[in-house]
Structure formats: C-alpha cells, structure tokens
C-alpha cells in the first residue's frame, strides 16, 4: 500500500505493490518479528532462528518496527507539512506496528530484579526549555538582523542537546520498566550437522552481511539511512537476545580459516555488485580510515598510549608516497614504482614514529596526550611552511602536491577501468581492492601482534606500568614499539590515500574537523568500536565514515552532534560497540552478581 499521494518525499512512496526506500526496512523489521515470534513458539523449521527461546527477541525485533515506522511517519509529516500527507498505508503502517509492540510487551520475558532508575544531573533538563524559547526567538527574528545567523546555530545546537538528553533519560525509564535480561541460561545442545553445512551457514551469514552494508552504503537520501541505522540498532539486538548470533560466533570459532575467506571473499566482492564508481570511492575511503583507525587501536587499544595526533602519521606517508611517485609539483622528480612508494611511505612514518616517540614515551597520562596534539599541530604547520617562502619548496605549502599519478602493478594501471569476470571495474574499484589487500595485512599483523608476548606485555603496561615494569617488562622500549608499528601502518594506508584522492594538502590531517579522517575522529572509531579487538575499529570508522557522508542536513552540528553520540556512548556502553570480553566485564563489575561464600573461601571475578 502507498504510504503518501506524492513522489516529493525521497523514495517515492506512492507505488501499491512495489516497495522502496523505507518501506522495504518496515517489511524486513515486520517479517524478523514474525520468525522469531514462530521460533520461540517452537515452530518445525523455525527453531534455529531462536535458539535461546527468549521472548526478549520479539520485543526488540517489534520495537525495530515500531521505531521505523513511526520515524517514517514522522519524516513524512515534517517533510510534506502534516499528517494529510499520509495514505492509508501510512496509517496501517502507524496502527500496526504499534499494536505489534503492544503485543509484544504482552509475553513472559526474562527480566532482571532490582534495577534501580537511573536519573540524569536535573540541570540537564534546563535544556529543553532554553531549547524551546531560543527556537521561537529565532522565527520571531527577521531574518534580515544580524543576530539572526547566530541564535539559529545556536538553537539548532540546543535542540540536537535536549533531544539527547530526553532520548537518554527515556532509554533509562525504558530500562527500568522493562528490566529485559541478558540470557545466562545454558541454550539447548545444536542438532549436528555436517561439516558442509556448518560452513554454508557461515558464507550465507557472511552474504547476509555483505547485502546489509552494501544497502547502507548505497542509501541515497539522509531519511533512509536514518532508519536503517535505527533497524540496525534495533535487529542486531534482536538476534543477539534470540542467540543466534552466539551459535553463528561459536562457528566462526570453530573454523577460523573458513570465517577469514568468506570475510575476504564477502569484501571483495563489493565493487562487482556496484553500478557505478559513486559508492566504490565512499567504501574505498571507509577502508583507508578503518586501516588507520586499526593502527591506533594498537597504540590506544593495545599499549593504552593516548595519542591526539595520530593522523600526521597518515599525512607524513601520504606526502612520501607523493614525492616519489612522479608528480610535476614534487621537486624530487622521481618516480618509483608502486612497491617501493609503499615501502617508502611505511618506512618514513615509522622513522618519524621512533623520532617522536623516544622522546615523548617518557611521559604518561594526560602528558603525553598534549605532546602528541602539538605533533599533529607541528606537522600540518611544516607542511603548510614548507612552501619556498617561509622554508624550502618541497611541500608547496597550502597548494600541496597535486596531480599524483594513479599506480601500476604489474602493467595493470588502477586508474583505468577493467573488466572482471564480466563487470567493469572504475578506478575507484580498483583502488578499492588494493586497500582491501593492505586492509587484510594490518589485520594479520594486529592479530599475530596482539595475540604475542609483545602483545601480552602491552596490555600489561595498559593496564599498570609500573606493575608491569615491577615484573620485568621494559616499559619504555615496548612503548616505542607500539609507537612505531602503529606509524608504520598509518603510512602504510597513506601511501593509497595518496594516489586515491590526486592530491595531498596539509588542511587534510588536522585534529578535528567535520569530515574524517582526523585525529579525532580516528580516536572515536577506536573508542566506539570496542579497544584492543579488530571489529571494533572497524566498524567503528564504517559508522563515523558514512554518518557525516549521509546525514548532510547536519552539516552545520556535525561535530556538536558527534560529541554528544560520544557523551551518550560513554554513559550507556562505554565498552564500544563490539567489545573485547574482558574489558566488558570490568565496565560492567556492578552486574556481575556475588559470589555465595558461605564456608569457604571468598573467590574474586577472576576465579583466583
């Protein structure tokens, strides 16, 4: 059924018969409930869809409608001016996904005891009305008077915050009343299957998957992309609480080289289910800023080093790989081939790594923090005074060096399209499936690394140098390893950055600026992801990648509006989105019920 009479609204929603847009998210959201519902009712042929048999997913899953839908509604009211926009499927759509919520708050669910209502500082709440009158001073204005510019930010900036604030006072009420619990208890043994069939079930997750990110990266409107981050925010939840996600994790346990192929495989096949190069640049950007959000992660999530100016180690290998790589602007006049710019643009940055870090790695906590935000600062300065005036002419200062040319392996010119297995690929593709490559490298070497004695011995010096240092750890050198890899890597994905983007200029590697990467932003990906995991990051910079990408409308709040995800993020799950297990337990030491001691001896959370 049409949801509205005219195709203005992004989608076109008028078609009967023919879903698009976020009528296709309401259908998905609608149908899941409706699995796992059957699932948890022991429905033949369902059962592996629910195999915790907690009704918990059903919520969920019909909270994920209900939110959809009614944000649906709501886009189409704000955008078309009312609800008489609405067609009658826009009013089924309203009425049904809220009698499924209703219906879903109606079964057993597992629920926790003694949870106690969490309330936000009441000066919080002064927002709402400060928001309020700043809103209707603003239309009250002329728009003519010089003041009006200002109190339009500024109530757009208090209308994002006491959105926030409501949304998390009311994520709080929701806990309290619902108490939902995480299933502790042990699931039903899995029927046994076949070898081929346990691994056809993880390449048909990992396809799943591939078509979920490819449909949030081709989203072409903010209103879609809004919901599906809200369906996404609502069916992962869902799945996680039904335990089909744990039985798919304990696969992927199970044949770990089979999960890394599909994984690759899943990822390259992105170009070839593409059009056009339009979303194959945004993905070939993603994997550059997950590539170096993932060198970080060894710095921060690793060895707990806190550096603010990370990004001017992807800037340092960018400008190498520029100056060899044959550009007219670079004074060097050189051109090596693509191995060696490589190499260069690795080794450079991890030189200017031990430069920085001996001297710096000295310090600790908020120290070191300062020192390494004035780096950041001092590079994008040298480059930008580099310029034959102020210094040499190498960089050419705010010109930067333009027109590098697109790399060659091997005969094979990546800024040229080529046809593979019948599908042309676009220069972006093909630069797409190089940082793959280079993606996949720093992968291996962060897992290897991390799961080694050196790795070991970062977490140790994370966690307490100078408990570490007491054991016999050399806290300093160690340090200065982290430092150095984790700038090896960074330049590693500059050198591509290089060739992706044609030119390099020093307004690129800034601390913070609206659009990644910056360090910043880089810092956020690795925080919001989850520390010291390789998912993590990776979504992490997926998701800070695409948002200020989709959500152009926010282009004037987007940095307020990234702080206050981080503020809410912090307070609701400050161990990231994809949590490394340990550090979910100490963020959350007040959940884990006692230990009964009785007679015996008293056991700590760590068994000892």
């Keep these: 059924m049409s949801w509205t009479w005219t195709s203005e609204f992004p989608g076109d929603l008028t078609y009967f018969g023919s879903p698009a847009g976020l009528q296709w998210l309401a259908l998905t959201a609608g149908l899941l409930t409706l699995v796992l519902l059957l699932a948890t009712q022991g429905v033949p042929g369902l059962r592996w869809a629910a195999p915790s048999r907690s009704n918990n997913a059903v919520l969920l899953a019909a909270a994920g409608a209900f939110v959809v839908g009614w944000f649906s509604i709501t886009a189409i009211a704000t955008d078309l001016g009312g609800l008489a926009n609405l067609e009658p499927g826009g009013w089924v759509l309203g009425a049904g996904s809220l009698l499924t919520l209703a219906g879903a708050l109606g079964l057993p669910l597992d629920r926790r005891t003694g949870v106690t209502l969490r309330v936000l500082d009441r000066r919080l709440f002064l927002l709402v009305p400060a928001a309020a009158v700043v809103w209707f001073a603003t239309h009250a204005i002329p728009e003519d008077k010089p003041v009006a510019p200002v109190l339009t930010a500024l109530a757009g900036g208090l209308v994002i915050g006491a959105a926030a604030v409501l949304a998390v006072q009311l994520g709080h009420l929701a806990n309290h009343w619902l108490r939902i619990a995480n299933i502790t208890r042990p699931l039903p043994a899995p029927r046994e299957l076949p070898s081929w069939a346990e691994i056809l079930l993880i390449v048909a997750a990992f396809a799943t998957g591939l078509f979920a990110i490819t449909f949030g990266i081709d989203t072409e409107y903010g209103e879609l992309f809004i919901g599906y981050l809200l369906l996404a925010g609502t069916v992962i939840p869902a799945i996680t609480k039904s335990g089909l996600l744990p039985r798919l994790r304990s696969l992927t346990v199970k044949y770990r080289s089979v999960t890394t192929g599909a994984a690759f495989a899943a990822a390259a096949s992105f170009p070839f289910t593409q059009t056009s190069d339009q979303y194959t640049s945004v993905a070939a950007n993603i994997l550059i800023f997950a590539t170096v959000a993932l060198g970080l992660n060894i710095v921060v999530g690793l060895a707990g080093l806190l550096d603010l100016g990370y990004v001017a180690f992807l800037g340092v290998g960018a400008y190498a790989a520029a100056l060899v790589s044959g550009s007219p ?81 091997l005969g094979f010119n990546l800024g040229k399209p080529h046809t593979v297995l019948g599908v042309e690929l676009g220069r972006f593709s093909n630069y797409y499936l190089l940082m793959l490559l280079v993606t996949a490298l720093v992968v291996l070497v962060f897992a290897r690394v991390g799961n080694s004695r050196i790795g070991r011995a970062w977490v140790a010096i994370r966690e307490d140098e100078t408990a570490a240092e007491a054991m016999g750890i050399n806290g300093f050198r160690l340090k200065l390893l982290a430092f150095a890899l984790g700038a090896c890597l960074a330049g590693l994905a500059g050198t591509v950055q290089a060739h992706v983007s044609y030119t390099v200029t020093p307004d690129q590697y800034t601390f913070a600026e609206a659009l990644p990467p910056n360090s910043a932003f880089l810092l956020a990906a690795v925080i919001l992801g989850g520390m010291g995991t390789i998912s993590g990051p990776l979504a992490g910079a997926t998701l800070l990648f695409l948002v200020p990408k989709k959500l152009e409308f926010l282009s004037d709040y987007q940095l307020l509006a990234f702080g206050i995800a981080l503020i809410v993020l912090m307070r609701v799950r400050p161990e990231g989105l994809i949590p490394n297990r340990r550090q979910q337990l100490e963020f959350h030491e007040a959940a884990i019920p006692a230990q009964s001691t009785g007679d015996a001896a008293t056991l700590t959370k760590a068994g000892a």
């Design 329 to 409: 602007a670079s004074p060097i006049h050189v051109q090596f081939p693509f191995w060696a710019a490589m190499l260069t643009g690795a080794v450079v940055s991890m030189v200017f790594g031990v430069i920085i870090g001996a001297p710096t790695l000295r310090l600790r906590g908020d120290y070191l923090a300062i020192v390494t935000l004035g780096f950041g600062e001092i590079f994008r300065i040298t480059m930008l005074n580099l310029n034959g005036t102020t210094g040499p002419k190498i960089t050419n200062g705010s010109n930067g060096i333009p027109r590098i040319p697109d790399l060659e392996i």
